[in-house]
């Protein structure tokens, strides 16, 4: 069993959502900000959730794909799922020194998803402005994909999963841990956003990340070894 789990992926997502308020938090703001004062607040709740719904189905897409992917790997080419553990738990350990700012490796990673990202991203502009629950849901299924070393990172553990649902459940548990920072930020309380924005808070989450990226590493080398 992966040592990162369910609620271990659900942590992680909540400790580096200081880095998502700074990649989704404007796109939340933007679905409010365009509503009359008549229906904001009874429409606001509702298209930000249909957004963020959106954004942790592709996560749990993508998770379903890279888990799919190394099942069949694992099955028809012969590996190892304790090596892909060792490179997931190496991964959280760059994603710790990315969040801290002392290594951003992670961005090289990035520059691979703005491949795919610059076909994706034109396709947000049919939905802008967001009038309506489907369109919201539409513009989160999109802003998913958008190239993010937090999300690439957590990906490695869907794909250390060698299982399909697994990686999907992964990818959707670290999504629901963004949830609590960016709706916040939609609903006007920036409180959380202070707090999660915080070099000095930021630093101590990221070491913890990396704290836990090592022992993650040590538990997949004894698996393997």
């Avoid at 989160?140 to 459940?169: E, F, H, K, N, R």
Wanted: include cysteine.
């Amino acid at each position: 069993m992966l040592s990162i789990d369910y609620l271990s992926a659900f942590i992680i997502g909540l400790l580096g959502s200081g880095h998502c308020i700074g990649m989704c938090g404007g796109i939340t703001t933007m679905l409010t900000s365009a509503l009359s004062p008549q229906s904001k607040a009874s429409g606001q709740f509702k298209l930000v959730m249909a957004y963020h719904f959106g954004r942790i189905f592709s996560y749990s897409l993508i998770g379903a794909i890279v888990g799919f992917s190394s099942s069949i790997a694992a099955k028809n080419i012969g590996v190892p799922l304790g090596f892909l553990r060792i490179f997931a738990a190496v991964f959280l350990i760059l994603l710790g020194l990315y969040l801290g700012q002392w290594l951003m490796w992670l961005t090289k990673v990035e520059k691979f998803g703005k491949i795919l990202w610059r076909y994706l991203s034109p396709l947000s502009k049919k939905f802008i402005p967001v009038n309506n629950a489907k369109q919201a849901i539409a513009l989160g299924a999109i802003w998913g994909w958008l190239p993010c070393g937090l999300v690439y990172s957590t990906l490695t553990w869907s794909l250390a999963s060698g299982d399909t649902l697994t990686g999907a459940l992964i990818m959707m548990s670290f999504g629901l841990g963004t949830l609590p920072a960016l709706l916040s930020i939609s609903l006007g309380s920036f409180g959380i956003k202070s707090l999660l924005t915080n070099l000095k808070f930021k630093k101590i989450m990221a070491l913890v990340i990396i704290m836990y990226g090592v022992y993650s590493l040590v538990i997949a080398y004894q698996q393997l070894f």
